[in-house]
C-alpha cells in the first residue's frame, strides 16, 4: 500500500501517536518513562518546539506538539532516535522499539485543541489504568492544575482565560467530562485465542469438538453461526477449531 504525503499543519500544532512495534512494551518501568520525558524536554530546546499534552502508556506515546523552526517529523525522529538508543543500552538489544511510520493528525482550532487534550489527558482511565485522570502520574494534567515542567500551559490557558487562577475549575471540568471523543488512535482488531473460542461452545452445550461434529448438519452449522458472529473470532480459527472447511464456514 503506497504512503501518502502527511497533511501540513496550518497551524503547527499536530496530535502525534508513537507506538511499539509489534505492539511491544517501550515502558518497562518508571526510569523508562522519566527518561523518555527527559529526552522531550532536552529537544524542545534543541528544535524550539512547543508541548500542549502528553500521555505515556505501556505500548505508546502521545503527543499535542506546536512545530516552529523543524517540521515534526524532524522532531520525533530525533526524540525516537534518542529514546532507542538509551533503551537498547539499558536492555542490551538492538533493532527497532517504534513502529516505522507514526501517525499524526493536525490540530487546527482551539475547541478540537481542547477535545485532544481531553482524549490524551483520559487515555489512561478509558484503558483501565488508573481510576480518574488525576492520579495517572505519567501524562501533562497535573502539570496544568499544579506546576509545569515540560508543558507550555500558556497557550490553553489563554483559550480559558487569561487568569489562570480563575479558570482551573472550567479546566478540571472540561477535563474530567464524560465524552465520546473520537481523536487519533490505532484501531486495535480484537483477536480472541482458540481456549477463549472453545470455551464459547462450551457454553452453548458443546464440551468438546467431537459432539459438534456428530450433530446434525443444521444444528451444527446453527451453532458454528452463532460464534462466528462473536467479536474476534476468525473464520481460519473456527475452520482450525471445528475441522469444518473455511470455504463452508464463509457461507454460513
Known amino acids: 500500500m503506497p504512503r501518502y504525503a502527511r497533511k501540513k499543519s496550518e497551524s503547527g500544532i499536530s496530535h502525534v501517536m508513537?507506538?511499539?512495534?509489534?505492539?511491544?512494551?517501550?515502558?518497562?518501568?518508571d526510569e523508562d518513562r522519566e527518561?523518555?520525558?527527559?529526552?522531550?524536554?532536552?529537544?524542545?530546546?534543541?528544535?524550539?518546539?512547543?508541548?500542549?499534552?502528553?500521555?505515556?502508556?505501556?505500548?505508546?506515546v502521545h503527543l499535542l506538539l506546536k512545530e516552529t523552526e523543524e517540521p515534526i517529523s524532524t522532531i520525533i525522529k530525533r526524540i525516537c532516535s534518542s529514546y532507542v538508543y538509551w533503551y537498547n543500552w539499558?536492555?542490551?538489544?538492538?533493532?527497532?522499539?517504534?513502529?516505522?511510520?507514526?501517525?499524526?493528525?493536525?490540530?487546527?482550532?482551539?475547541?478540537?485543541?481542547?477535545?485532544?487534550l481531553r482524549y490524551i489527558h483520559q487515555n489512561?482511565?478509558?484503558?483501565?489504568?488508573?481510576?480518574?485522570i488525576k492520579e495517572y502520574k505519567w501524562s501533562s494534567y497535573n502539570e496544568y492544575i499544579s506546576k509545569p515542567a515540560i508543558v507550555d500551559t500558556g497557550f490553553v490557558q489563554q483559550i480559558f482565560s487569561i487568569n489562570w487562577e480563575k479558570v482551573i475549575s472550567s479546566f478540571i471540568e472540561h477535563s474530567n467530562e464524560q465524552n465520546e471523543?473520537?481523536?487519533?488512535?490505532?484501531?486495535?482488531?480484537?483477536?480472541?485465542?482458540?481456549?477463549?473460542?472453545?470455551?464459547?461452545?462450551?457454553?452453548?452445550?458443546?464440551?468438546?469438538?467431537?459432539?459438534?461434529?456428530?450433530?446434525?448438519?443444521?444444528?451444527?452449522?446453527?451453532?458454528?453461526?452463532?460464534?462466528?458472529a462473536i467479536e474476534g473470532v476468525t473464520i481460519r480459527q473456527l475452520s482450525r477449531i471445528t475441522g469444518v472447511s473455511k470455504s463452508i464456514i464463509d457461507r454460513m
Open 181 to 228: 471523543d473520537k481523536c487519533l488512535d490505532y484501531d486495535e482488531k480484537i483477536r480472541l485465542t482458540d481456549n477463549e473460542v472453545r470455551k464459547y461452545f462450551e457454553k452453548l452445550d458443546i464440551e468438546n469438538i467431537r459432539e459438534l461434529q456428530q450433530l446434525e448438519k443444521s444444528k451444527r452449522n446453527a451453532i458454528i453461526r452463532e460464534i462466528k
Open 18 to 29: 508513537l507506538r511499539g512495534i509489534n505492539k511491544q512494551t517501550i515502558f518497562e518501568d
Open 90 to 116: 539499558k536492555y542490551e538489544r538492538c533493532g527497532h522499539l517504534f513502529q516505522e511510520r507514526y501517525k499524526s493528525e493536525t490540530v487546527e482550532d482551539d475547541g478540537y485543541l481542547l477535545t485532544v
Open 35 to 60: 527518561r523518555f520525558l527527559e529526552t522531550i524536554e532536552r529537544y524542545k530546546a534543541k528544535s524550539k518546539y512547543e508541548i500542549y499534552g502528553y500521555c505515556l502508556m505501556d505500548n505508546h
Open 124 to 132: 489512561p482511565v478509558k484503558a483501565g489504568l488508573s481510576k480518574n
